[in-house]
């Protein structure tokens, strides 16, 4: 049975977190510009490290092929901790509308991850829907919970910020 939503504030808008099962984590959040900004935002070298950490110098964009069959690696590096590398390949490129990719961290390759990334326009803006499955692995996703909505919720906010600095 899925849970029911969460909202959460960040900014002017809300995340809206859904649990569809114990491996599906679901994130709708709109913002106030057209998909192609919002989109090259998620998936550009020079904004992804301002979207994975507050500190975006402890993230690495270690390769970034946007297109069907294209790898990519990211890695940040937390003071006192190991350094965590996520690696995956695109399977689907929709430009400014559809990403598809499966990815796992390093260290844990038996923990796949089917990420699907939709850019709706609504209106002047752009509703953002991701959905992360787990997959290969019996565990529930460890995507879910307050911690990962408030990292979300920074990632939101980021957005948020980078749109305001290109107006």
């Not at 808008?13 to 994130?27: G, I, K, L, R, V």
């Not at 998936?43 to 975006?56: H, K, R, S, Y």
């Not at 402890?58 to 940040?76: N, P, Q």
Request: charged share 30%; net charge neutral; aromatic share 8%.
């Amino acid at each position: 049975m899925a849970a029911p939503a969460v909202e959460r504030r960040t900014g002017a808008a809300a995340c809206e977190f859904t649990y569809p099962s114990a491996h599906e984590t679901q994130m709708t959040r709109v913002f106030r510009a057209p998909p192609s900004r919002v989109f090259r935002l998620f998936f550009d070298p020079a904004t992804v490290p301002v979207l994975w950490d507050v500190e975006p110098k402890r993230v690495t964009v270690d390769r970034l092929d946007l297109r069907v069959g294209g790898a990519f690696a990211i890695t940040v590096r937390r003071d006192g901790e190991t350094p965590r590398r996520f690696q995956g390949e695109f399977t689907e490129v929709v430009p400014g509308r559809r990403v598809v990719q499966r990815w796992h961290e390093a260290s844990r390759p038996d923990h796949g991850v089917v990420e699907t990334d939709e850019f709706e326009p609504v209106g002047d803006s752009t509703r953002v829907t991701i959905r992360w499955k787990v997959v290969n692995h019996s565990e529930p996703s460890r995507m879910a919970g307050p911690g990962f909505e408030a990292m979300l919720g920074e990632q939101a906010a980021a957005i948020d910020r980078l749109l305001a600095a290109e107006a």
